[in-house]
């Protein structure tokens, strides 16, 4: 191997992927003439694999996390009977179609106002912008 693609191999070690070159050089150089870069790109390599590998994982973590989270909050069951009172209107809300807040205020749809569908008609909480804890 020439002096000088020797140097330049252990100079940038970091950018340089040990496998092409592997497969670039001739079969007759000996690898004990390149082992410091191979150590040295090895290493960088398989430090970059495992900052990956964690990165990757923290982000599925944190996927998970979200995932959870909305299934919390779409999972909430509520009971609706005939007993039932709408707080806007004071009406028996009975088997009406109805809309629910994340407060646990439920109204009747005819209640519910489409312009701020984020805004509880009887607290006037926008959970929009700031959403239940």
């Known amino acids: ?68 989270r909305k299934m919390q909050y779409t999972t909430r069951s509520v009971r609706v009977t005939r007993d039932s009172i709408c707080p806007v209107c004071r009406q028996p809300i009975g088997d009406k179609v109805f809309a629910y807040y994340p407060n646990g205020v439920v109204v009747h749809f005819k209640c519910f106002n489409p312009n701020e569908p984020h805004k509880c008609p009887v607290t006037e909480r926008n959970f929009k912008s700031n959403p239940m804890p």
């Open 1 to 68: 191997m020439p002096e000088r693609a020797l140097q330049l191999l252990n100079k940038y070690p970091h950018e340089l992927n040990p496998v092409n070159v592997l497969s670039l050089v001739s079969d007759e150089v000996p690898i004990a003439t390149a082992m410091h870069f191979l150590k040295a790109s090895i290493r960088m390599h398989l430090q970059q694999s495992r900052e990956l590998t964690i990165v990757n994982n923290l982000e599925r973590v944190q996927h998970l996390h979200v995932n959870l």
